[in-house]
């Protein structure tokens, strides 16, 4: 974390807004006894946090496609984390990154009551440093588990707090919930003009909503890993926090699933957003922009493992239902009785896609992905500008339905009817989830408010974080990845040049069953994956990490 400090104490970092512009003053034309004087001088230095926001609920300053889960593959490229061929970096991102803007955090609270405001317009300031502080802890948690945690302003590469060694998890989330507290207090309600005005900027009602999110993680996480913790506790306070949303009455569903990813969705008037990444201003001259149309297109497909998890219109899963199509024919019959997202979410034959009618394997083996994509967008080449969505009210339900059934072991009818079933109402799914269907079908209650989730948050991602604290990783993850139904007559292509990876009539490739279904192509091998129970559900600590720190920074166990 040294390398981070010295742009620190170089001066203050400060930054001007014009309309969406973000110019940062050159740190050497300001010293920074200089600055922390007026309410302008706080605002400019938390508007650094959203350059540094990126649109996916990850670090970074884009857009990108996860592919650490058996969500999406980049057309049979291994993924390090997903594969488990993962080694310890000798640096990461991941960990630098997250400690950079945690120490903007700590630079703007120790340093903002210089400025000549009020009490109340102070507490404004320091709950949005507070909020990213929290945001960005949660993160390193989630990958990290223990973290060392820095609450003060570090100066000097030779702080002793440089060389603190690494702190509980729970003692990190305790401040995660006291930052997140202070700011659900004293930051704006998403309904106040300098937020409807300044749109993208954290509302009372996002630190609420990242309470649901994180107190749900840790409370699952605790549960299946067996930490120790009162998970039920973080629980609790999840369903506290989503009640409190809920019964605010300031959101509701988009109508239209396929439009809630468009521009037209975009601002206060989706009720919707809760927290967005707001990248502009809108057209082909955005200077706050991201890639996700392109990528969709060159990397990005779903895997025919997730396509399985959406129901069938009867509200039955692949396994149960009788209008399973077996044995398909074309690459359409996936479509065939399903819930409605799976044809808002993937491409079908002829549809208007990234260069014409879709065909399929014209561009990627696995199902190319039609959610969020844009074709003006695209053609503006890496320079697209719709929002992005970090938490949207459908979270808030889903996990309020789940939060709910971990904590108490059951779920009403009622309590489904205003999530879950809130969710497939939006999309004209005719099939409710109820405890009598459950029963009746020999269902897990768990296991479909899960699929639920999965199904709705497709590439917006959730999935890795999910598999991680539900702890089903080690299940989904060392397996085969397949991709799209192969059909000759559909796609143009030669079948030879597929042959190598397409299953035969019994599902067999290699002399392994792969799919029970032929033509299925696999995008990667079972034996080429692996995910190791005893160290790969969290991230291996970066080696410079461990030495700037004297070795009081420890490896994660079992990483070698």
């Not at 896609?353 to 994509?373: C, I, V």
């Not at 719709?386 to 996990?399: F, H, P, Q």
């Not at 779920?411 to 269907?437: C, H, S, W, Y």
Request: include cysteine; proline fraction near 4%; charge should be negative.
């Amino acid at each position: 974390m040294k390398n981070i400090v010295k742009y620190l104490i170089l001066g203050a970092v400060t930054f001007s807004v014009s309309s969406c512009d973000i110019d940062m003053v050159p740190e050497t034309s300001m010293t920074d006894t200089a600055y922390w004087k007026t309410e302008g001088d706080l605002r400019g230095a938390c508007n650094r946090f959203y350059e540094q926001l990126n649109g996916n609920n990850a670090l970074g300053g884009g857009f990108s496609h996860d592919y650490r889960s058996d969500e999406l593959n980049n057309n049979g490229a291994a993924n390090s984390t997903s594969d488990g061929s993962w080694t310890i970096p000798s640096e990461s991102g991941t960990w630098t990154d997250a400690y950079w803007r945690i120490f903007i955090a700590n630079n703007i609270i120790e340093k903002a009551p210089r400025a000549s405001v009020s009490e109340s317009v102070l507490n404004r300031y320091l709950a949005e440093a507070r909020f990213f502080r929290a945001y960005y802890y949660f993160e390193l948690v989630k990958k990290y588990g223990d973290v060392p945690l820095l609450l003060n302003a570090v100066n000097s590469t030779k702080d002793p707090a440089l060389m603190m060694a690494r702190t509980p998890r729970e003692e990190v989330m305790k401040q995660v919930y006291e930052d997140l507290d202070f700011a659900q207090t004293w930051l704006p309600d998403i309904d106040a003009s300098e937020i409807t005005s300044n749109w993208g900027h954290v509302s009372k009602q996002a630190a609420t909503a990242m309470i649901v999110r994180s107190e749900l993680f840790e409370g699952t996480f605790g549960k299946y890993h067996s930490l120790g913790s009162d998970y039920a506790a973080h629980l609790q306070k999840s369903v506290s926090a989503a009640e409190s949303l809920i019964k605010s009455r300031k959101f509701d569903l988009y109508p239209d699933f396929s439009d809630l990813f468009q521009v037209k969705a975009e601002g206060r008037q989706n009720k919707e957003n809760i927290f967005v990444k707001a990248y502009g201003p809108n057209g082909a001259g955005a200077t706050t922009k991201h890639d996700n149309s392109r990528k969709m297109e060159n990397s990005a497909t779903l895997t025919r493992n997730i396509v399985d998890q959406f129901l069938y219109i009867d509200g039955l899963p692949r396994e149960k239902s009788p209008l399973k199509v077996s044995p398909e024919t074309s690459f359409d019959d996936v479509f065939t009785d399903r819930d409605p997202r799976l044809g808002l979410t993937i491409y079908r034959i002829g549809e208007e896609a990234y260069k014409g009618a879709y065909t399929p394997f014209s561009f990627r083996n696995g199902y190319n992905l039609k959610k969020g994509f844009d074709l003006e967008q695209w053609g503006s080449v890496n320079n697209e500008w719709t929002d992005k969505m970090i938490i949207r009210y459908a979270e808030v339900l889903i996990s309020y339905a789940e939060a709910l059934y971990e904590l108490n072991g059951s779920i009403t009818d009622d309590q489904l009817d205003k999530t879950v079933n809130e969710l497939r109402r939006r999309v004209g799914m005719p099939a409710m989830l109820t405890n009598a269907f459950v029963a009746a079908n020999g269902l897990s209650m768990i296991d479909e408010i899960r699929r639920e989730r999965t199904v709705e948050f497709i590439d917006e991602g959730k999935r890795y974080d999910d598999i991680i604290r539900w702890k089903i990783a080690e299940k989904v993850l060392p397996v085969d990845i397949i991709g799209a139904k192969f059909v000759t007559s559909e796609n143009g292509k030669q079948r030879e040049d597929y042959e190598n990876r397409l299953t035969d009539a019994s599902g067999s490739l290699n002399g392994k069953v792969r799919y029970a279904e032929a033509d299925m192509y696999v995008l990667e091998f079972a034996e080429d994956r692996r995910f190791d129970p005893s160290k790969d559900y969290l991230y291996p600590v970066p080696l410079y990490e461990i030495s700037q720190s004297g070795n009081n920074v420890t490896q994660n166990p079992n990483w070698k």
